[in-house]
């Protein structure tokens, strides 16, 4: 076997899932840093390098936020779909949003790795050239438009820090305030900036440049 140093993160809502496409890697010279349930949990992964590939698998209602969520945790890295579904709307879809590729869980495992390792190594993988498609998917709203706020500089702080992918307690600490008031300054840019969690609040600061 042929060493790689290419780094698979994934990240899926549902945890079997994750934990058959972790258990398809294991062995191979993909390296698994680890699998994510929840956006919070991109703080808590930690690499010298943004991983080569972060696999997505949401319902198709979140995936816009979590994949902004990662490309801003993880600018570098590769997003690929890979889930369970009907083929062209899982392609259409990734095309989309801009993935990298999209892939079946019902395909064979060798051929999961070798669409990763496409993937990985540069390459865009979609099934039947999707890409030229995505036109005929139009129940994906695009981001919203930047919207113009007045944070104040605890505002921005905390709301920095959440694009980092850091969970309130880990917020507090660093900013060496109470987790409650870190609470208070969230609720007050979601109000703000017309967000409803701190996922779209993210997605806000990546959108309006408040996150690098």
């Known amino acids: 076997m042929t060493c790689s140093d290419e ?4 990240a899926h809502e549902r945890e079997f899932m994750a934990k058959y496409i972790a258990d398809v890697l294991d062995g191979t010279d993909l390296r698994v840093l680890g699998t994510l349930s929840q956006l919070e949990e991109t703080g808590e992964i930690s690499s010298v390098a943004d991983p080569s590939v972060c696999i997505v698998g949401f319902c198709p209602s979140a995936l816009p936020d979590l994949c902004a969520m990662l490309r801003m945790r993880f600018p570098t890295s590769r997003l690929m779909l890979l889930d369970a579904g009907e083929i062209d709307e899982m392609g259409r879809t990734a095309g989309i949003l801009g993935l990298d590729g999209c892939l ?26 999707e890409e030229a ?5 139009p129940n994906i709203a695009p981001p919203p438009e930047p919207a113009c706020v007045t944070l104040t ?13 850091m969970a309130n307690k880990v917020i507090a600490r660093e900013l060496g305030i109470a987790e409650s008031t870190v609470k208070a300054h969230l609720n007050a840019v979601l109000r703000k900036t017309g967000t409803s969690n701190r996922t779209q609040a993210a997605r806000w600061a990546f959108l309006n440049g408040e996150v690098a």
Not at 153 to 165: A, D, H, N, T, Y
């Open 104 to 129: 079946s869980l019902d395909l064979q495992p060798e051929l999961l790795l070798s669409g990763l390792r496409l993937v990985a190594a540069g390459t865009r993988c979609f099934p039947q050239n």
């Open 153 to 165: 500089p605890r505002e921005q702080s905390v709301l920095f820090l959440i694009g980092k992918g």
């Open 7 to 10: 780094t698979i993160l994934i």
């Open 133 to 137: 498609r995505v036109h005929r998917l």
